[in-house]
């Protein structure tokens, strides 16, 4: 039986059957995502190929079809990789802290931390660029980014409400102005829309912004 080599020139030991071992498959995921990974964010949705996915990452079109079915699908398990590597510290930020307001700060600064990096700038790009040809990008991208973060806020003000730190608010709406409010001035000047904010300037948005917050939240009536 022939056993296909891999890109460096070495034949991988296999399972039984001649089948990849489910760690040489992972392994194979991985550099796949690796590589589409650069790809989009370099060169953007549209013009990265399947062709060129396969290519880089030394493999058939074959074996790429038998791991994502498309290119949409391979962008949605690149999104949700890089969103669940991002989520694990946000979690800790909110869960950890002592009090909503330092817990607040933390998590403000983490986002701020996430969405300035060039990987989130180049995705927040992509999503820009094709929404009109490719609006299931929009659509990934807030399902795993944006409404996995509103989700996560809003269950911390729901507990932080039951503990008597907070009064009785909408936490889905509250949670979805303050990510709004956190990310977007910074952001927007990130991407070029004004002079980026140096991390003095960034120290005090979280300040202010987390401040501006929670006086809203303090002094809303309930609906």
């Known amino acids: 039986m022939s056993v296909s080599m891999d890109p460096v020139g070495q034949s991988p030991r296999r399972g039984r059957g001649g089948r990849p071992s489910r760690l040489q498959s992972a392994q194979l995921s991985d550099r ?23 290519k880089r990452a030394g493999i058939s079109k074959r074996t790429f079809y038998h791991r994502f079915r498309g290119k949409e699908m391979l962008f949605e398990a690149v999104v949700r990789r890089l969103i669940e590597r991002w989520m694990r510290p946000f979690d800790a930020a909110l869960l950890d802290a002592p009090s909503l307001e330092t817990a607040l700060r933390q998590v403000a600064a983490y986002m701020l931390d996430v969405v300035l990096t060039p990987e989130a700038l180049a995705l927040h790009r992509i999503v820009v660029a094709e929404a009109r040809q490719f609006p299931g990008l929009a659509r990934i991208m807030h399902e795993l980014g944006a409404a996995t973060g509103i989700e996560r806020i809003s269950r911390d003000l729901d507990r932080r409400i039951e503990a008597g730190e907070l009064g009785r608010i909408d936490t889905r709406l509250a949670a979805e102005q303050f990510i709004l409010m956190v990310v977007t001035g910074p952001q927007r000047r990130a991407l070029g829309l ?6 003095a300037e960034l120290a005090a948005w979280v300040d202010n912004t987390v401040t501006l917050f929670l006086d809203g939240c303090r002094s809303a009536q309930p609906h």
């Open 32 to 54: 796949i995502l690796d590589v589409a990974t650069t790809l989009f964010l370099g060169h953007g949705f549209g013009p990265t190929s399947i062709e060129a996915v396969a």
């Open 194 to 199: 004004g002079v980026p904010f140096d991390g």
